[in-house]
T-cell receptor, first 110, second 113 residues
Framework: RKEVEQDPGPFNVPEGATVAFNCTYS??????FFWYRQDCRKEPKLLMS???SGNEDGRFTAQLNRASQYISLLIRDSKLSDSATYLC???????????FGPGTRLSVLP | DGGITQSPKYLFRKEGQNVTLSCEQN?????MYWYRQDPGQGLRLIYY???????QKGDIAEGYSVSREKKESFPLTVTSAQKNPTAFYLC????????????FGPGTRLLVL
């Protein structure tokens, strides 16, 4: 079993749609969780950290369920500019290394 | 502005040649990382360093070497032993032992001639 798994995608949605991405992780001792966004041929950029209580940043909402070892990202009112690959990232309990999921590609269509 | 720089943006390697990719950061981060990304794939860890003069192998270290003589710099050498070096190489840095995230440089795209 891979350490971090994500929905395989791709997701093709119309503008204005709501889309949710799922991520599961295998290391129960993981401490920190993040969603990154990666545009084609560019470096990953932090979208948001994921906190235990869940957190929201504008149209983006992240949720963490430690018991199920599950992280989600919800994007409301999708924009064309949201088209990218979304990476789920988990930091291990020693704070040393980051484990990346394979990513889920999103295409928002006009 | 604080950040991570990588150079060159594109690099071409001939058969049997070693090439070195540069990574510099002025974020005062102790930890630095090198990843490889192949088309349509996720990131794979090559090497990482938690502190100056120390580094550890990641998941795919064979055919690569690194040095960490200064806190700001973590160059990666792709040796001739790496038989399939064509990929997108990403350098990152972070503050170890915290819950802070990791920041990336813009990447170097390596192509084999």
């Amino acid at each position: 079993r891979k350490e971090v798994e994500q929905d395989p995608g791709p997701f093709n949605v119309p503008e204005g749609a709501t889309v949710a991405f799922n991520c599961t992780y295998s290391n129960s001792a993981s401490q920190s969780f993040f969603w990154y966004r990666q545009d084609c041929r560019k470096e990953p950029k932090l979208l948001m950290s994921v906190y235990s209580s869940g957190n929201e940043d504008g149209r983006f909402t992240a949720q963490l369920n430690r018991a199920s070892q599950y992280i989600s990202l919800l994007i409301r009112d999708s924009k064309l500019s949201d088209s990218a690959t979304y990476l789920c990232v988990v930091r291990d309990n020693y704070g040393q290394n980051f484990v990346f999921g394979p990513g889920t590609r999103l295409s928002v269509l006009p | 502005d604080g950040g991570i720089t990588q150079s060159p943006k594109y690099l071409f390697r001939k058969e049997g040649q070693n090439v070195t990719l540069s990574c510099e950061q002025n974020l005062n981060h102790d930890a630095m990382y090198w990843y490889r990304q192949d088309p349509g794939q996720g990131l794979r860890l090559i090497y990482y360093s938690q502190i100056v003069n120390d580094f550890q192998k990641g998941d795919i270290a064979e055919g690569y070497s690194v040095s960490r003589e200064k806190k700001e710099s973590f160059p990666l050498t792709v040796t001739s032993a790496q038989k399939n070096p064509t990929a997108f190489y990403l350098c990152a840095s972070s503050i170890p032992g915290t819950q802070e995230t990791q920041y990336f440089g813009p990447g170097t795209r390596l192509l084999v001639l």
